[in-house]
C-alpha cells in the first residue's frame, strides 16, 4: 500500500536520489544534452538544495515499505 505523508529529514537521502533518477529519465526521453542533465542532477537533486527548500516548502513523499517512491513540493 502507498502512503502520502509530509517528508522527513530522513527522507531527504532517497528524495535526492528518486529525483535524480527522474532527472535522468526525463532527459533521456527528452533529447536533453549532458550538460542539462548534470545541471539537473548536480543542482537541482542536491541533498543540500532539498533540505533548504523544504524550509520555505512542503515537501510530500508516497512511500511503499518505507521506502520514496514519489513526491511532490509546493509553496507553504
Known amino acids: 500500500m502507498i502512503t502520502i ?28 544534452t549532458e550538460q542539462q542533465v548534470d545541471y539537473l542532477v548536480s543542482e537541482r537533486g542536491l541533498i543540500e538544495m532539498i533540505r533548504n527548500e ?8 508516497a ?3 518505507n521506502t520514496v517512491v514519489g513526491g511532490s513540493s509546493g509553496e507553504s
Open 54 to 61: 523544504s524550509q520555505s516548502q512542503i515537501y510530500l513523499v
Open 63 to 65: 512511500c511503499m515499505n
Open 5 to 32: 505523508r509530509e517528508m522527513t529529514k530522513q527522507d531527504i537521502s532517497q528524495v535526492s536520489e528518486m529525483m535524480c533518477s527522474c532527472y535522468r529519465w526525463l532527459g533521456k526521453g527528452n533529447d536533453f
